[in-house]
Structures are given as structure tokens and as C-alpha cells.
């Protein structure tokens, strides 16, 4: 259920159904705001979207001002009924090692995956349906590290969706030794991972959709481990680096305690307590309540 709802536009354009399939240039400014205490407890505020869109022959801005109060579910709706656009994070938990894969995505419907650790028909089944039923076209592959639980399904998502690796240089030689470790812990992996197509470098901005994420490096729980945030959404990708009440272990090879707890402290600290972290492993938590509740984080 929402409240009230109000578009404004320049034109018709944003009454016609798939208006916002122009993802390379649509841009949205403005911030959406979840009600801190509020009851139902998924509410939220989003206040003035400006979104521009060049098309070839002319130029168009549509003013939205937006209030929803209601659950995530009437938020789907919402989109359904392409209202917004919102970058979004789904989370699904794969493999042996319980990791956390993610779809980032907004409503042009482009999503990045990050870390497909899906290693088995099932698996990557599941991934496959998840990413129809949401109509979503996977557009980048990113590791955050490439410890062997965030590659498993790398083979399967570059080779069905026709995608490069992007991985930091520094992660190379994590992601030859997978193999190696693979069979040392006596770990069937389905595929082995095709090497990195492209390398992402500290503080450009991953691009998709009408999104933005900012490139963070947080090395310590391996030697080239990226975090991405999405300043617009309040949210981090963080890998193995920062988990709820945890940190990422620091006894693999270029591991190294001080150095992630600086990552923590120096690149994601900074975010703000309201951040939302997505971790490798285990559930999201924020900046705030690890500041307050992190046993590694808190002296
Ligand atoms: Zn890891
Ligand atoms: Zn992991």
C-alpha cells in the first residue's frame, strides 16, 4: 500500500510502459531514505527524482516527487508499475561455503553480479530463474577477491550471459591458485574460472544502468580484496572484508590483520552508520552497529 504518489513530467513520455529502457543515459538525482523506527517496518521516503534522458532527437526531464509508505513488496509493485528507478541489492546464498552472491540492479533492469559462487546445476539454476523472474540483463562480472567460494560460478555467468571477469590485478594470483587449493581441500568445482578480461583500478565508478558504484580498496583478508559502494542507495559490497560482528580471516596467503582492520577503518568507516554492508558471508548489518558491536572493531 502507498500513500500518495505524484509525477510530474515535461512530457508523456514517463506514461508510456518501459520508459525507462534507455539505461547508458538515464541519470537519477536524489536520495531514498529508509524511516529510521517506523512501523511497518519497511518505509520509505524518496524524495525528488530528477531523472534526465537523451535520446537521440531531443532531451527529457521528468520530475518525480515521490512518497511511498509501504512495504517492499508495494515498492515491487511500484516499480512493476515504472515508477522509479532504485539500485537494489539481491543476495543469494551458494555453495559449500555458505558465500553471499549478489545482483546489484536498478529498475533499466541492468544488473552487475558479483561473486556467482553457484557450483552446481541447481545452483546455477536458481541464479538463472532469479535473474528472469526479475527480468534483469546481467551486464558485468566482478569479483571482490577471488577466493575460491566467490568463483565457483564464474565459468557458468560469463559464458551464459557473455561476460568479461573484472577482477583488481592484485588478485591474480588468488584466483590461479584456485585450482590448486580446490584439490588440496578435495573440493569438486564444476568450471574452472576464465582469467580476468578486464582489470578494475582503485576509484573509477562501475557503471550500469542508470547506477553508480564507487571502487573502494580494502585489502587485509586478501591481497587485492574491492568494496563497492552505492553512494545514492547507502550501500557497500563488501566482500570477505567486514562481516555482522566479524571480519574476514587474515591467515590466508596475503592476509594480514593490521591491514584489513585499517581497510575498515579508514575506507569503510567513513561511509556513515546508516551504510548498508553486504557481506561475503553471513547477513547484512551496517556501519553503525559494527562500529558499536563489532568485537574486532569496538576497542
Ligand atoms: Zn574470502
Ligand atoms: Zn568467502
Known amino acids: 500500500m502507498f ?42 521516503l524518496m524524495y525528488f527524482c530528477n531523472i534526465q534522458i537523451n535520446k537521440k532527437n531531443g532531451y527529457y526531464q521528468i520530475f518525480h516527487v515521490v512518497i511511498v509508505v509501504g512495504t517492499r513488496h508495494a515498492l515491487s509493485l511500484q516499480r512493476k508499475q515504472n515508477t522509479f528507478i532504485m539500485t537494489q541489492v ?7 561455503f555458505q558465500e553471499n552472491m549478489y545482483l ?10 558479483f561473486d556467482p559462487g ?12 532469479v535473474i528472469e ?12 577477491h577471488c577466493h575460491l567460494d566467490h568463483v565457483f560460478g564464474n565459468h557458468f555467468v560469463a559464458k551464459t550471459y557473455g561476460l568479461e571477469l573484472e577482477i583488481h590485478e592484485g588478485e591474480v594470483p588468488v584466483l590461479e591458485a584456485v585450482p590448486r587449493v580446490c584439490k588440496m ?18 576509484g573509477e565508478t562501475i ?5 553508480k558504484l564507487e571502487v573502494l580498496f580494502t585489502p587485509g583478508h586478501s591481497p587485492a580484496s574491492l568494496s563497492f559502494y552505492c553512494a545514492e542507495a547507502g550501500f557497500v559490497i563488501a566482500g570477505d572484508v567486514l562481516f555482522m560482528q566479524s571480519i574476514g580471516r587474515t591467515d590466508l596467503p596475503g592476509g594480514d590483520m593490521a591491514t584489513l582492520l585499517r581497510s575498515i577503518r579508514e575506507q569503510i568507516f567513513p561511509l556513515g552508520d546508516d551504510v548498508k554492508v553486504f557481506p561475503g558471508h553471513g547477513p ?13 572493531l569496538t576497542s
Do not use: W
Not at 26 to 42: D, L, Q, R, W, Y
Not at 90 to 96: I, K
Not at 118 to 129: A, D, G, K
Not at 207 to 211: K, L, V
Open 3 to 44: 500513500l500518495s504518489m505524484n509525477v510530474y513530467c515535461t512530457d508523456d513520455f514517463s506514461r508510456h510502459k518501459n520508459t525507462f529502457q534507455t539505461p547508458a543515459t538515464a541519470k537519477v538525482v536524489g536520495t531514498m531514505k529508509e524511516i529510521p523506527n517506523s512501523n511497518p517496518p519497511c518505509i520509505f
Open 90 to 96: 539481491l543476495g543469494l546464498t551458494f555453495n559449500s
Open 104 to 113: 546489484v540492479y536498478d529498475d533499466t533492469g541492468e544488473c552487475v553480479i
Open 118 to 129: 553457484c557450483n552446481s546445476t541447481e545452483e546455477q539454476n536458481t541464479l538463472v530463474e
Open 133 to 144: 523472474s526479475k527480468e534483469l540483463k546481467p551486464v558485468r562480472l566482478i569479483n571482490t
Open 185 to 202: 581441500y578435495g573440493i569438486p568445482m564444476m568450471h574452472q574460472s576464465p582469467e580476468a578480461g578486464r582489470f578494475i583500478e582503485v
Open 207 to 211: 557503471e550500469f544502468g542508470a547506477s
Open 284 to 296: 547484512m548489518t551496517t556501519v553503525g552497529y559494527e562500529k558499536l558491536n563489532n568485537p574486532f
